[in-house]
């Protein structure tokens, strides 16, 4: 639901729609996903980085080189950057 809210204009609502669907999913990793982004084109960096930590310590694979891809590009470091490559060399 909250892809329909792709304006800059309705990104407020789109965050309200992904906070309560992550209320009611806490471990869905789609939510948290599309949440985190929406989070850091807002400016709440700190937040987005916080949800994101969580995600790493729950995925695995495909979606744990996602997660660490992004967080590299949200707070880009040498730690971010180890992390990244050891879940890309990792492929679990």
Do not use: M, Y
């Not at 949800?51 to 310590?57: D, P």
């Amino acid at each position: 639901g909250s892809r329909r809210f792709r304006s800059r204009r309705d990104r407020p609502d789109a965050i309200r729609l992904l906070l309560r669907a992550r209320k009611l999913a806490p471990t869905n990793f789609a939510v948290n996903f599309e949440l985190t982004g929406l989070l850091a084109r807002c400016g709440a960096k700190p937040h987005a980085l916080r949800i994101l930590g969580e995600l790493a310590s729950t995925t695995r694979g495909r979606e744990l080189r996602r997660v660490r891809g992004r967080q590299l590009r949200l707070a880009p470091s040498p730690g971010a950057l180890w992390r990244w490559i050891r879940a890309a060399v990792r492929g679990r």
